[in-house]
């Protein structure tokens, strides 16, 4: 097959950002230090591109979600600093974290026992301490199969750090007293929203996601940490408009008058949801082109009467200031990131 010719969407990412985002979140932790979660491909970044420039700021402790995401972070880390959170659900993988030298999360006796069965050594333990989604209940930590286990860190997660939430300081209380009863090498706590609850919180690791990729979760990270992610789409075709042409499925806008019109290559697939099309803007340069008619599947259209020298195959900005993005659409940040489609991708 001869060469692709370039795409027409592309994801340009501030290394630079990623970075500071990364010193700015370590040394907001204190005396603790920062990992990263770079789940779901870095959260929709990619993983491939993220991890080395996270490794070379300095971080020491990965972690994804499924075993399937080892791989990509394991070319650029040693095995012993990727963990994978939701734990050795079945035999095979347990077998599979023994052979590679990943550290099993373990979440529950179930979990513990089955590392054990594959020979154990060195892992991580989550208890629950109020999410009640993975963890091993307080109740269960004096059991046997958790004392006989190798642990490194002690974790558990919050859910409820972006807020001002009663459970922030139940969930520290009752991690406080995990702490007292299990013996770990490292404790950690707070996520990317939790470090801004205070060194109380910090413990011996923090593991920032959202932040380290430009988002918001609490206004004390605004101004500090930067946008990282810049995506782009291309125009494939201008079009003029006659007064009352309509445009795109279902026909909701109606040309009022003569118009340029940009089709842009940028639809439900990339992550660009009808949520997103009404009230919604792309940018050339300083220039606003509002969308036309509903996001129609890999299609948007926009306005380009702002831009009035836009051609065919130029490059638009699509906003991604993550905490604007997400206010207007209704999406979690969490979720404008991790819906970037494999398109943004080389
Ligand atoms: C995803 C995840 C994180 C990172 O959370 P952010 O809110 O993105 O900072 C930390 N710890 C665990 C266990 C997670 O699942």
Redesign the pocket.
């Known amino acids: 097959m001869p060469d692709l010719p370039p795409p027409s969407l592309r994801l340009r990412l501030d290394k630079d950002a990623l970075a500071n985002n990364w010193r700015t979140l370590d040394s907001m932790s204190g005396t603790a230090s920062a990992g990263a979660?770079v789940?779901a491909d870095a959260?929709g970044l990619g993983a491939n591109e993220v991890v080395p420039v996270l490794r070379k700021a300095g971080v020491r402790d990965f972690?994804v979600?499924h075993w399937s995401e080892a791989p990509d972070v394991l070319r650029h880390v040693p095995p012993a600093q990727v963990a994978v959170?939701h734990g050795p659900v079945r035999p095979d993988d347990a077998a599979f974290a023994n052979a590679a030298g990943i550290t099993p999360?373990i979440n529950s006796l179930g979990q513990a026992k089955r590392w054990a069965d594959a020979g154990g050594g060195r892992c991580h333990l989550?208890v629950d301490t109020g999410i009640n989604r993975?963890g091993v209940p307080l109740a269960e930590i004096h059991d046997p199969a958790i004392a006989a286990l190798q642990i490194d860190l002690l974790?558990s997660?919050l859910a409820s750090?972006?807020e001002e939430s009663a459970l922030n300081a139940r969930q520290l209380e009752r991690f406080r007293s995990a702490c007292a009863a299990v013996p770990a090498r490292r404790r950690?706590l707070?996520?990317?929203?939790?470090i801004a609850l205070g060194p109380d919180f910090a413990f011996d690791l923090t593991?920032?996601?959202?932040?380290?990729y430009g988002?918001v979760?609490r206004d004390e990270f605004a101004g500090s940490v930067r946008q990282v992610a810049f995506p782009q789409a291309a125009v494939i075709q201008v079009r003029e408009l006659a007064a009352g042409d309509t445009v795109g499925y279902n026909a909701t806008f109606t040309a009022r008058k003569a118009m340029r019109a940009g089709i842009v290559s940028l639809g439900y697939a990339d992550g660009f949801l009808r949520c997103r099309g009404a009230g919604g803007v792309l940018r050339c340069g300083e220039a606003r082109l509002p969308l036309l008619g509903k996001v129609s599947m890999d299609m948007i259209v926009v306005d380009l009467a702002d831009a009035p020298e836009v051609q065919e195959g130029d490059w638009l900005e699509i906003p991604f200031d993550l905490a604007a993005t997400a206010e207007i659409s209704g999406l979690s940040q969490?979720e404008l990131l991790t819906t970037l489609g494999r398109r943004f991708r080389p």
């Open positions: 979660a789940k959260y972690f979600a959170l999360v989550m993975l974790m997660h750090a972006d950690s707070a996520n990317s929203a939790g593991r920032p996601g959202l932040a380290l988002g979760p969490y």
